[in-house]
């Protein structure tokens, strides 16, 4: 497995993988959210490829200053076990902390048990917080 940058050539790859792994919702134009990505720190948006160079996983990442933020963390089914979402976390991780960050957050589901699981196997915690949103552009 090799973890590289995301190229414009990846981006039907990785929607096909994010609707694969359950990621993707009606709301959210997953094209809308890689072309915006691409704009902002595109070095944090990192994908996994096999020895064939199929695309089996994915991670967007991002600092603001204050904290990290990791999306779209993806893993294709027929390959989960395979330890390409903990490569891509240490991946994000690493690059997050050569900028300063102290802290990385994300968002799951609250009834997605396996991913809560599998971060907490990772040494993330749940945080005592409510997570807001406001839709700025509607897709």
């Known amino acids: 497995m090799r973890i590289r940058p ?18 993707t919702r009606p709301w959210n134009d997953p094209r809308a959210d890689i072309a915006r990505k691409s704009t902002v720190q595109p070095e944090l948006f990192v994908v996994a490829e096999d020895g064939d160079g199929r695309i089996v996983g994915s991670v967007m990442a991002g600092y603001e200053g ?17 330890g390409i979402g903990r490569a891509l976390v240490a991946h994000v991780e690493a690059a997050l902390l050569a900028l300063g960050c102290p802290k990385v957050n994300l968002q799951v589901r609250a009834d997605n048990a396996h991913a809560v699981a599998f971060y ?3 040494g993330y915690r749940v945080d005592d917080t409510i997570d807001l949103g406001k839709r700025l552009i509607a897709d």
Do not use: I, K, Q
Request: charged content about 20%; cysteine-free; glycine content about 8%.
């Open 6 to 23: 995301f190229a414009p050539d990846d981006t039907e790859a990785v929607v096909a993988l994010w609707e694969a792994a359950g990621l």
């Open 66 to 82: 204050h904290r990290g933020w990791m999306n779209y963390l993806a893993s294709a089914p027929d390959a989960r076990g395979a």
């Open 120 to 122: 907490r196997h990772l």
